[in-house]
């Protein structure tokens, strides 16, 4: 069976905050034939570990590494490793997968008020402007 996943199942599995649920989500992905990973999931998941639970960047990005690189994980790989490339430059994973899905959808470059993100694409040789 093909199974996605809740941001719940995967918190519960690398942060093992709740013991029981996290053997329940890990038994559950075990029996999948594949693990299907949707961006906004990934967002969320690293929102979640990185102001919830005080998780640093390269320890989400090193979460992300191993869950992409799982044998049953299906993932829209280009944008998950633009949102990599983000985390690793030391901005947000949500940036540089809204960036990349722009960009493959027609964009001509991102939009923000946000400094920080603006610069790190610019420094990814990202088309970005900074408004305002």
Do not use: H
């Amino acid at each position: 069976m093909k199974v996605t996943v809740d941001t719940n199942v995967l918190v519960r599995i690398f942060t093992d905050d709740d013991r029981a649920q996290n053997r329940t989500a890990n038994d559950a992905l075990d029996r999948a034939d594949a693990v299907i990973l949707t961006l906004p999931m990934l967002c969320e998941l690293a929102w979640v570990l990185g102001r919830g639970y005080g998780t640093s960047r390269g320890e989400v990005a090193a979460i992300f590494r191993s869950l992409i690189a799982s044998e049953n994980v299906e993932v829209n790989r280009p944008a998950a490793e633009a949102g990599l490339a983000m985390l690793d430059a030391g901005g947000d994973f949500a940036d540089g997968v809204i960036a990349y899905e722009g960009r493959r959808l027609g964009a001509d470059a991102f939009l923000s008020f946000d400094r920080k993100a603006v610069r790190l694409l610019e420094t990814l040789g990202e088309p970005a402007q900074l408004l305002g």
